[in-house]
T-cell receptor, first 114, second 116 residues
Framework: AQSVTQLDSHVSVSEGTPVLLRCNYS??????LFWYVQHPNKGLQLLLK??????LVKGINGFEAEFKKSETSFHLTKPSAHMSDAAEYFC????????????FGTGTRLQVFP | KAGVTQTPRYLIKTRGQQVTLSCSPI?????VSWYQQTPGQGLQFLFE???????NKGNFPGRFSGRQFSNSRSEMNVSTLELGDSALYLC???????????????FGEGSWLTVV
């Protein structure tokens, strides 16, 4: 079965410092992995998607994630945090073949201090 | 290009009533999925429709149902509402072809349901 574990429920950074949000996955086959962001009282916005084309995936707003099969990790990073990055971030793995079903992690709340 | 549109955005219902939520996918998208988001359970998959057929179903009671129309628009219905059904209900759409895996899936803003 597919699953993801987000290792931190809360992360706090200062504006201008790097961001690291950690995610480990479990999958019985080569997975598709995603990061979504949710701002307060909003829906989910796709940040980036990994589907085996390249292990380093670049997303929107300066975010990127690296797929490491040996570590079963898919951590999200950004070199310099901005106040507008404060939100909830979800690591997501796709379900099995022939479905769009997504399995979500529990989320990481990112706080950015001035 | 319009995104995924959900209506209504906010609604309040009484226990025992039923509710219908609507979702219009991105033009050209044939797959629609529904998710429930609560503080306690997080984001949970409800069901998925593709070409008017339910392709996958989550672990929710039969009070939760859905359907998809020929224009790919979808509705979900919750009957005999309970207080625990209070949640943000999110609809998502994609092109629907899963042969290559990992469809890009786009979400709507959600429908906030409060059951009192």
């Amino acid at each position: 079965a597919q699953s993801v574990t987000q290792l931190d429920s809360h992360v706090s950074v200062s504006e201008g410092t790097p961001v690291l949000l950690r995610c480990n996955y479990s999958s019985s086959y080569s997975p598709s992995l995603f990061w979504y962001v949710q701002h307060p009282n909003k829906g989910l916005q796709l940040l980036l998607k990994y589907t085996s084309a390249a292990t380093l995936v670049k997303g929107i707003n300066g975010f990127e994630a690296e797929f490491k099969k040996s570590e079963t990790s898919f951590h999200l990073t950004k070199p310099s945090a901005h106040m507008s990055d404060a939100a909830e971030y979800f690591c997501v793995v796709s379900g099995t073949y022939n479905t769009d079903k997504l399995i979500f992690g529990t989320g990481t709340r990112l706080q950015v201090f001035p | 290009k319009a995104g995924v549109t959900q209506t209504p955005r906010y609604l309040i219902k009484t226990r025992g009533q039923q509710v219908t939520l609507s979702c219009s996918p991105i033009s050209g998208h044939r797959s629609v999925s529904w998710y429930q988001q609560t503080p306690g359970q997080g984001l949970q998959f409800l069901f998925e429709y593709f070409s008017e057929t339910q392709r996958n179903k989550g672990n929710f009671p039969g009070r939760f149902s859905g359907r998809q129309f020929s224009n790919s628009r979808s509705e979900m219905n919750v009957s005999t509402l309970e207080l625990g059904d209070s949640a943000l209900y999110l609809c998502a759409s994609s092109l629907g072809d899963t042969r290559s895996g990992g469809n890009t899936i786009y979400f709507g803003e959600g429908s906030w349901l409060t059951v009192v």
